[in-house]
């Protein structure tokens, strides 16, 4: 049965701090839903109602360019192992750049990852946990070097080439406005 809480609880946070992999879910208002797995110890519990999440330079920018028409965005774990559990943070989001007022203090929340595009910072108003007794049982293994190391590989002035080339807009052709954030 899904149960719905007005916040993180405690025992939420210790189960979201466990996890190696999540999935963020964001949609304009018109063309195709997001839904991307991430992991790479970039997401924080602020308090009961904030998270903030590190998003690294990828293949696309989908979330920014949505979150840039509706500030929503859902989170969402599930248990790989032990007790079945998914769970949804939904709440509104904003995005924060280098070049914001913000961004040095929550990056400093996050061991330096290369390639670090943005932060977003999401106002938790609901909170949702179901059973996920359907979820497989995995065994983690270990993280991946990959993107670290392409992204030390291009430095700073190739991940900004890399954005200019393929990060300005989304698959639905939204801006994503990367270059005038990130100067």
Known sequence: MAKQ???????????????????VGTA????????????????????????VWLNLTGSGNETSAHIQQINRM????????????????????????????EWRELYSLFSPIPGSRQIFDID?????????????LFDYSDDRDLLNDWARQKGKEGIKKYWEENNQLSIDGFQTNILKKNT
């Open 124 to 136: 938790v108003d609901l909170v949702q946990t179901s059973c996920g007794m359907g979820v497989p």
């Open 28 to 51: 304009a208002e018109r063309g195709r839903v997001n839904i991307s797995p991430k992991g790479m110890d970039s997401l924080r519990v602020i308090n009961e109602n904030r998270v």
């Open 74 to 101: 859902t989170i969402m774990f599930c248990s790989f192992s032990g007790k079945p559990v998914i769970l949804r943070l939904y709440g509104g989001a904003r995005e924060i750049t280098s070049e914001d007022e």
């Open 5 to 23: 809480y007005p916040g993180i609880t405690d025992e939420l946070s210790a189960f979201i701090a466990d996890q190696k992999i999540f999935f």
